[in-house]
């Protein structure tokens, strides 16, 4: 026979919730969140302009807009998600590729992306999200961890002075747009989340 002590812990905390249809309303909607952003970058994933081995898109603007809407938590967890989708074969990244572009000279850029978006909604859920300025800076921050993570990684393929002349110079003045421009829509994204809640 079955003891009532070997019932999982999380079927414990589930029942012993006197309304625990909204532990699955709340689930329902980080999924949706989730597989909202991770559509966001992808579709912005796609927005590209090669130019050499690292093409401008406009993923560091949905990067950063994600980790500011979202928070630390879901923020970094919904670019993971993005990751394992390009991981298992989906054609999410830049120019519909997958998986190779995990190995690739970009790679070092995608895994930024989950460490920026976490960390930029990390500094937001500090107070930082009330201040044009503040939030603006948090997301300069977001995007120098990006710089650092893609040209570290895209350095072992063409050398450390050729990385930042290719990964990263001939996107500083874009970036410092996308930063503009997701510091504007970020009100209307908050509005948006929000909603989700009611």
Do not use: H
């Not at 850029?109 to 990390?122: E, H, I, R, S, T």
């Not at 997301?139 to 290719?166: D, P, R």
């Amino acid at each position: 026979m079955t003891s009532s002590t070997t019932i999982s812990p999380l079927i414990n905390v589930i029942w012993a919730t006197e309304n625990y249809s909204s532990v699955w309303a709340k689930l329902l909607r980080i999924c949706i969140l989730s597989l909202a952003g991770t559509a966001l970058l992808a579709v912005s994933a796609q927005l590209a302009v090669p130019i050499g081995p690292v093409p401008i898109t406009m993923q560091t603007f949905a990067v950063l807009l994600i980790g500011a809407t979202y928070g630390w938590k879901l923020g970094g967890g919904t670019l993971a998600l993005y990751l394992a989708e390009g991981a298992i074969g989906l054609p999410v990244f830049a120019n519909g590729a997958s998986l190779p572009a995990l190995m690739g000279p970009t790679a070092g850029y995608l895994f930024g992306f989950v460490a920026a978006a976490a960390l930029v909604g990390w500094i937001s859920e500090r107070g930082w999200g009330q201040s044009v300025v503040k939030v603006a800076i948090a997301m300069f921050i977001g995007n120098v961890v990006i710089y650092l993570a893609g040209i570290s990684w895209l350095s072992s393929f063409i050398g450390t002075e050729k990385a930042i002349e290719l990964g990263m110079l001939p996107f500083l003045i874009g970036d410092g747009l996308k930063i503009a421009l997701a510091v504007a829509v970020l009100p209307l994204a908050w509005k948006i989340v929000n909603k989700t809640r009611s």
